[in-house]
C-alpha cells in the first residue's frame, strides 16, 4: 500500500501577484497531514522544473550530489528525533519521487533538496500510526523490514522482522517474472498462491542484464531504462509486500566479461537507482546472481567488495545484503570451487547472511546439510541458507520427497530457512510467455498446474509445522539422535526437539539432558501430507525410542517423517 503526497511543481510565472498565490496556497496544502501506518511507502511526488534528455544516464554511478533529496525528521510520538535522508528519483518525463517507509508511529516532516527548482524546498508534515496485533499476524511485512536476529537465543543465527519477531525464510524462485509479455494477473496468481502456502520471500530478478531482451530493464547501452516496466516491477514488488511476502531483488547476472560487455560504471548505476526506487520497500538486496568468488565475469574481488559496501552506504534502512554464488562444477564456477558465500566473503562487513547454490541433481542434493554444518560453524555467527536448490520439475524428477530431504536437512543442520524452486515458477514458463524447457527437464505443456506440485505442497505444509516450534530457540544435535544414518535433529534441550527420518522411523533419542521425572508429549508429522499422527509421552533421564505409527514390514514402501518432542508443560 502507498499513501500518496503529490506535491505541486515550482510554478514559472511572469505575473508576481499569482505567483505569490499559489506559493501561499502550496504551503498550505503541503503542511496538511496524511495519515499513515509505520512501514507504508510514503510516496512523494514532484515536477522537474527543468527538462533533461535521459536523467537516468546522469546518475553518479558513484555515491555524489544526487539531484534529489528529502531529510525526513520526527517530531512528535517515537517519530521524534529521528532523521533519514532519502534520495529521490526519475519516474519518466519530468516526474520525480521520493519513498519513505517511516519505522516508527509520531509526527513526521520532511523538506527535499535540489539543484532544480521545481524539486527544491517542499515541505510537508504527516502523521503515522501503528498496526493492531490482528493486523500484524495478518501480514508480517508489517512488522517492517527483515534483519539478522541481534537479541535472544542464537543471536546472529536467523532472521527477524524489524519489531524482533522470529522470521524462517521460505523462499520462492521467480527469477523472469520481469519478463514484458507475463500478464500482471499471472504474477498476482503466483503471489497469492504462494502466501497462501505460506512462503514469506519471492526471489525476483530486477535484471539489469536479464535472460535476453524481454527481461532486461536497460538497454544494450545499459544507460536508458524502460520506465514502463520498471513501474510494473514497483507494482510486483508492492503487491507481494501486501501480501506478507518479502522481495529478494537481484540486479545483474554476472556472466561472462561483464567487466567489459557492461562495465563498473553502469554496473553501479543501476545499483544506486535500484536503492534509491525500491528502497522503501520490503526487499533484501543480491548483489547479483551466478557469482564465481574468483573472477568470474572479469570482475576480481575487490570490485564485488566495493559494490557491496556502496549498497550499505547508498541504504538509509540499513537492510541486509548478500549475493548468490555458482557452485563447483557448473558454469562459471569451475575455476572457483565454492559451495557457499561463507567459504570466502563471511567475514565481510558489508554481507549479513551466507547463501549457498549446491546445483542441481542428486549428488548435490546430498551436498546440502554439510554445506549449511560448515557455515553454521563460521564465526562471526551469520544466517545461512540454499537459495538455489535442485529445482522439482516433472514428477519423480527430483520428486517432492527429495525437495523435502533439501528443506528439512538444511534446516535441522542450522539453516535460517530455505528456498524452493520448480515448474513453470523459476523460469516463467506461462501461456502467454512460453519460455521451452531447453536442456532442462521442464514440463513444457500447461496441463499440469505446476504451483502444487508435491514439492511445493511440502515446502507449505514445512512453513506450517514451524509456526507451532519455537526454532528459534534451538540448535543442530546430530549427536542426540543414536542409531541412524544421517541424523538430523534441532534441539533446546530438555525443552523441544525437532528430528527428521529420512528414511523412516524409529527414532533413537537422547533425552538424559532432562530429570526423569520430566515428562515430554511427542508426535509423529508426515512431511508430505502436513498430517500428525501418534501421540503419546515419554520421559526424560535417558535415550528413549519412539515408533512411528507404521514402519517396515507393515508399510513396504518407506516414507519420511518428522519427530517432534516437547516438554509437557
Known amino acids: 500500500m502507498i499513501f500518496v503526497k503529490k506535491a505541486p511543481a515550482h510554478p514559472i510565472l511572469h505575473v508576481i501577484l499569482l505567483l505569490v498565490t499559489l506559493s501561499l496556497t502550496c504551503s498550505e496544502l503541503l503542511r496538511a497531514e496524511t495519515i499513515g501506518r509505520t512501514w507504508q511507502v510514503y510516496e512523494i511526488e514532484l515536477t522537474a522544473g527543468e527538462s533533461r534528455d535521459n536523467p537516468y544516464r546522469e546518475i553518479e554511478a558513484h555515491a555524489?550530489?544526487?539531484?534529489?533529496?528529502?531529510?525526513?525528521t520526527g517530531t512528535e510520538g517515537e517519530a521524534e528525533g529521528r532523521s533519514m535522508k532519502v534520495t529521490g528519483f526519475w519516474d519518466g518525463d519530468d516526474r520525480w519521487k521520493i519513498r519513505f517507509a517511516p519505522p516508527v508511529p509520531g509526527s513526521w516532516t520532511y523538506r527535499t533538496k535540489s539543484a532544480d527548482a521545481g524539486l527544491d524546498g517542499r515541505e510537508g508534515t504527516f502523521r503515522v500510526t501503528g498496526w493492531s496485533d490482528e493486523?500484524?499476524?495478518d501480514n508480517p511485512t508489517r512488522r517492517g523490514l527483515l534483519q539478522v536476529s541481534n537479541s535472544g537465543p542464537r543471536t546472529g543465527r536467523h532472521f527477524a522482522y524489524y519489531d524482533g519477531t522470529p522470521m524462517l525464510w521460505v523462499g520462492d524462485t521467480w527469477w523472469n517474472w520481469t519478463k514484458r509479455s507475463i500478464h500482471f494477473s499471472s504474477f498476482r496468481n503466483l503471489v497469492d498462491d504462494r502466501a497462501g502456502k505460506g512462503f514469506n520471500i519471492g526471489q525476483l530478478f530486477v535484471a539489469g542484464n536479464g535472460w535476453g531482451r524481454e527481461a532486461s530493464l536497460l538497454d544494450e547501452t545499459w544507460t536508458s531504462l524502460d520506465m514502463e516496466l520498471m513501474q510494473r516491477v514497483?507494482?510486483?514488488?508492492?503487491?507481494a509486500n501486501e501480501n506478507g511476502m518479502t522481495v529478494w531483488v537481484h540486479a545483474w547476472w554476472s556472466r561472462d566479461n561483464i567487466a567489459e560487455t557492461i562495465g563498473e560504471e553502469n554496473m553501479r548505476r543501476w545499483w544506486r537507482y535500484l536503492v534509491h526506487r525500491l528502497g522503501a520497500y520490503n526487499v533484501i538486496w543480491v548483489l547479483a546472481g551466478e557469482y564465481n568468488m574468483n573472477n568470474y565475469g572479469g570482475f576480481d574481488l575487490s570490485f564485488w567488495d566495493e559494490l557491496g559496501t556502496m549498497i550499505r552506504r547508498e541504504d538509509p534502512w540499513d537492510r541486509i545484503i548478500s549475493t548468490h554464488p555458482t557452485p563447483p562444477?557448473?558454469?562459471?564456477?569451475?575455476?572457483?570451487?565454492q559451495w557457499s558465500t561463507g567459504e570466502?566473503?563471511?567475514?565481510?562487513?558489508?554481507?549479513?547472511y551466507n547463501q549457498s547454490q549446491p546445483g542441481h541433481g542428486r549428488w548435490r542434493l546430498e551436498m546440502t546439510p554439510s554445506i549449511i554444518a560448515a557455515d553454521y560453524r563460521r564465526e562471526p555467527a551469520k544466517p545461512t541458507l540454499v537459495t538455489e536448490p535442485w529445482y522439482e520439475f516433472i514428477e519423480g524428477n527430483p520428486s517432492g520427497r527429495e525437495v523435502r530431504i533439501g528443506a528439512w536437512s538444511s534446516i535441522l543442520s542450522g539453516a535460517a530457512g530455505h528456498t524452493y524452486g520448480g515448474g513453470h515458477i523459476w523460469l516463467a514458463h506461462l501461456p502467454e510467455s512460453p519460455a521451452g524447457g531447453g536442456p532442462w527437464p521442464l514440463e513444457e505443456s500447461f496441463d499440469v498446474n505446476t504451483l502444487d506440485y508435491p514439492g511445493a505442497r511440502s515446502m507449505s505444509y514445512m512453513a506450517g509445522f514451524f509456526e507451532d516450534v519455537e526454532w528459534w530457540k534451538m540448535h543442530p544435535a546430530p549427536e542426540l539422535v543414536h542409531d541412524y544414518?544421517?541424523?538430523?535433529?534441532?534441539?533446546?534441550?530438555?525443552?523441544?526437539?525437532?528430528?527428521y527420518l529420512r528414511w523412516g522411523g524409529p527414532a533413537t533419542i537422547d533425552l538424559s539432558s532432562a530429570d526423569e521425572k520430566k515428562r515430554f508429549a511427542y508426535r509423529w508429522f508426515n512431511p508430505a501430507t502436513g498430517e500428525f499422527y501418534s501421540e503419546g509421552e515419554v520421559s526424560g533421564g535417558g535415550i528413549r525410542t519412539i515408533s512411528p505409527v507404521e514402519d517396515y514390514p507393515g508399510r513396504v514402501e518407506f516414507r519420511d517423517w518428522v519427530l517432534h518432542i516437547q516438554k509437557i508443560r
Do not use: I, K, Q
Not at 329 to 337: E, R
Not at 344 to 352: A, G, I, P
Open 64 to 72: 555524489g550530489d544526487d539531484l534529489l533529496t528529502a531529510v525526513f
Open 135 to 137: 493486523e500484524l499476524a
Open 234 to 239: 514497483d507494482r510486483m514488488v508492492e503487491y
Open 329 to 337: 562444477g557448473w558454469s562459471g564456477g569451475a575455476d572457483a570451487p
Open 344 to 352: 570466502v566473503l563471511h567475514d565481510r562487513n558489508w554481507l549479513d
Open 485 to 499: 544414518r544421517e541424523p538430523y535433529c534441532l534441539a533446546n534441550e530438555g525443552e523441544e526437539y525437532v528430528v
